[in-house]
């Protein structure tokens, strides 16, 4: 599929931004996996590096391949973060979440010196809002929250696992999945949320990606932050 041989050819363009000694965050998500194994062939090949991982799946999945992990009592600082994304705008501006892991996956990144997003050519948009925005939530806030979403404009639904039952984050919390369509102003969105009671984290990823690796057949962009 060509989506996958984007994806593949922008992690493999992410591996120039990790450099021996570096602990490097490990994202999650399709996009990220591939940049996760082609580090591990890095790893076996002599690199030294520390991963730092933003979820369950990706821990168990860089262990399994040998890369060496750590978590922040070890290192206060990441050099470089590797990690995928639903959409980014022309300002580098994110939606993050789908694989629900937003909230590590935002701790890593605030904590990194570098934020290499790749992506394939599908998640360039001209404006944020066509993927729906993920919002993780303490379940027991969860029909609160959801209706002062629900408020400010979107239509809200509770994510769910294959089972029917509600999809779990790693700390345990819920995600609603929240569709405002357009997003007109990502920054005043996200200042909104952030002073939501019970709202633990959104997908709105604003002035972290340091740059945007964005595959359109086997040729890759580099799209820096202005």
């Known amino acids: 599929m060509a989506n996958d041989q984007e994806k593949e050819a922008a992690a493999r363009a992410s591996l120039s931004f990790v450099r021996a000694g570096n602990v490097v965050g490990l994202g999650t998500g399709s996009t990220a996996a591939y940049a996760v194994r082609f580090l591990a062939d890095q790893v076996r090949a002599g690199l030294k590096i520390r991963g730092i991982p933003t979820s369950s799946g990706t821990r168990d999945l860089a262990a399994s391949l040998g890369i060496p992990l750590i978590t922040f009592e070890d290192a206060a600082e990441i050099d470089v973060t590797i990690d995928g994304t639903d959409e980014f705008d022309p300002q580098l501006r994110l939606i993050k979440g789908g694989g629900g892991a937003l909230l590590r996956e935002k701790i890593v990144a605030s904590a ?27 379940p027991f806030a969860q029909p609160l ?17 294959s089972s029917g039952s509600p999809f779990l984050t790693d700390s ?9 369509g357009t997003i007109n102003d990502p920054s005043a969105l996200a200042h ?6 019970g709202l633990v984290e959104h997908g709105l990823f604003i002035n972290l990606a340091s740059v945007v690796l964005v595959a359109r057949g086997s040729e890759v962009e580099e799209i820096r932050r202005a």
Do not use: T
Request: charged share 20%; with cysteine; hydrophobic share 55%.
């Open 172 to 180: 345990g919390n819920h995600i609603l999945d929240c569709k405002f």
């Open 112 to 138: 990194s010196r570098q934020v290499v997003i790749i992506a394939d050519a599908s998640k360039q948009v001209p404006m944020l809002g066509r993927f729906p925005l993920p919002v993780e939530v303490v």
């Open 145 to 161: 929250v959801a209706r002062r979403i629900a408020a400010l404009g979107a239509a809200v639904e509770i994510r769910r696992a």
């Open 192 to 197: 909104v949320l952030d002073g939501i009671p």
